[in-house]
């Protein structure tokens, strides 16, 4: 198995503008979770998914994050606008139900400027 | 609340010198995870305490779970550069895991 598959891997952008974060999920793994990680306030768990569907969402900052799962295979990560303080590293992670372990993506390292 | 304090946050040790990462609890935790995250990498992870008292070994690393279960440690035996990184702590309740804030180490040779 590839693990868990993000992109892209490093993105730079202008305050404003939207950016997508994606995920491909290990093949199976039925709970996915969304994790942002900055100095300041380590990792933060933003959202996660069982079965596709959004279990807690209570970590996301703001309006302007929204996260999908149109199918098991697929996640995405939106921001729209973004702004310079959503500079950060963002992990998908995701667990096989009963397994209690996380398997992490390698991240996208977001720079608003 | 659901929060693990992870102490210290830094640390800078000799190659070959002992380190030790401590994470407490203010509740009785039902089990805990240890992870570690290499500079400009993601979190891997490394083992899971589930019992009172328990003591796992990875070569160098010694994991213990506190008999309250409400704190555990990971001890690491003459360091290596290859060491070095970040080790969080983290607590897997509600369908949720929960980080510590983790201890940066660095090893000079």
């Known amino acids: 198995d590839a693990g868990v598959i993000q992109s892209p891997r490093h993105e730079v952008t202008e305050m404003g503008q939207e950016v997508t974060l994606r995920c491909k999920p290990i093949?199976?793994?039925?709970?996915l979770f969304w994790y942002r990680q900055t100095m300041m306030r380590g990792l933060e768990l933003l959202i996660y998914?069982?079965?596709?569907?959004?279990?807690?969402d209570s970590g996301m900052p703001e309006d302007r994050f929204s996260a999908k799962m149109p199918n098991a295979s697929f996640s995405t990560l939106k921001i729209q606008p973004s702004e310079p303080r959503d500079s950060a590293v963002y992990f998908c992670?995701?667990?096989?139900?009963?397994?209690?372990?996380?398997?992490f993506g390698a991240g996208s390292r977001l720079t608003v400027l | 609340g659901q929060q693990v304090m992870q102490i210290p946050q830094y640390q800078h040790v000799q190659e070959g010198e002992d380190f030790t990462t401590y994470c407490n609890s203010s509740t009785t935790l039902s089990n805990i995870q240890w992870y570690k995250q290499r500079p400009g990498g993601h979190p891997v992870f490394l083992i899971q305490l589930v019992k009172s008292g328990e003591v796992k070994k990875q070569k160098r690393l010694t994991f213990q779970f506190g008999e309250a279960k409400k704190n555990s440690s990971l001890h690491i035996t003459a360091t290596q550069t290859t060491d070095v990184g970040t080790y969080f702590c983290?607590?897997?309740?509600?369908?949720?895991?929960?980080f510590g804030t983790g201890t940066s180490l660095t090893v000079i040779p």
């Open positions: 093949s199976g793994h039925d709970y």
């Open positions: 983290a607590k897997f309740t509600g369908n949720q895991f929960y």
């Open positions: 992670a995701t667990q096989l139900s009963g397994a209690n372990v996380l398997t």
């Open positions: 998914f069982n079965n596709n569907v959004p279990i807690d």
